[in-house]
């Protein structure tokens, strides 16, 4: 199994809503990755789970939740919202590499906020 | 603060074509470089990495080359496809973190029939 897979494809939501993103991958990657992309920009890093630990968190606001339950399954909880935050969300994976992180990407989940 | 640019932002030619995309980078300092391709809607495919070390790396019709030094990538398509069509980013390994990855703005490629 060499994918990254992510759920939902598609997503609509209210600004009351609370909903959950997931990824996952079966490849022992032992880091996985939120990223926020905007349309025709490049993605914009969310943040970044080491070993089940978050270790960086790029300023995001609050009602953005990440959960890493284990080492193969990462979660974005969603809750109140704005429609500037409707994007593709995408899901990253990595293995080192010559002692870098190299990431995988996932097909992401178009999210749109009403 | 690491910036990446990508030049030209869009770009199209007639099929069958052999055409370079470029990719600058502002600090050397950096690990290693991947050219990712993505489609509409879609996410990101990984096409090739270059190690900091390296200075090209090729798979199939695509060769990735890196000028550390200078600072700059340019992936080169041979005998382009329909199928290439796509946007197509460049990425940097740097600023003092092994996971983060400073992306340019990429580049638009229609490849027309």
């Known amino acids: 199994d060499t994918e990254v897979t992510q759920t939902p494809k598609h997503l609509v939501m209210g600004m009351t809503n609370k909903k959950s993103l997931k990824c996952e991958q079966h490849?022992?990657?032992?880091?996985m990755y939120w990223y926020k992309q905007k349309a025709k920009k490049p993605p914009e890093l969310m943040f970044v789970?080491?070993?089940?630990?978050?270790?960086i968190n790029e300023s995001v606001p609050s009602r953005f939740s990440p959960e890493c339950p284990n080492s193969s399954l990462l979660n974005l909880h969603l809750h109140a919202l704005q429609p500037e935050d409707s994007a593709l969300y995408l899901c990253?994976?990595?293995?080192?590499?010559?002692?870098?992180?190299?990431?995988?990407f996932g097909p992401g989940t178009r999210l749109l906020v009403l | 603060k690491q910036e990446v640019t990508q030049i030209p932002a869009a770009l199209s030619v007639p099929e069958g074509e052999n055409l370079v995309l470029n990719c600058s980078f502002t600090?050397?300092?950096?690990?290693?470089l991947q050219w990712f391709r993505q489609d509409p809607g879609k996410g990101l495919t990984s096409l090739l990495l270059?190690?900091?070390?390296?200075r090209e790396q090729t798979s199939g019709r695509l060769n990735a080359s890196l000028d550390k030094s200078s600072g700059r990538s340019t992936l080169y398509i041979a005998a382009s496809q329909p199928g290439d069509s796509a946007t197509y980013l460049c990425?940097?390994?740097?600023?003092?973190?092994?996971?983060?990855?400073?992306f340019g703005k990429g580049t638009l490629l229609t490849v027309n029939p």
């Open positions: 990253a994976s990595s293995q080192r590499t010559s002692g870098v992180e190299t990431q995988y």
């Open positions: 270059i190690q900091s070390s390296q």
């Open positions: 600090d050397s300092a950096i690990y290693n």
């Open positions: 990425a940097v390994y740097s600023g003092g973190s092994n996971y983060k990855l400073t």
């Open positions: 490849m022992g990657h032992r880091a």
């Open positions: 789970y080491s070993y089940e630990k978050l270790s």
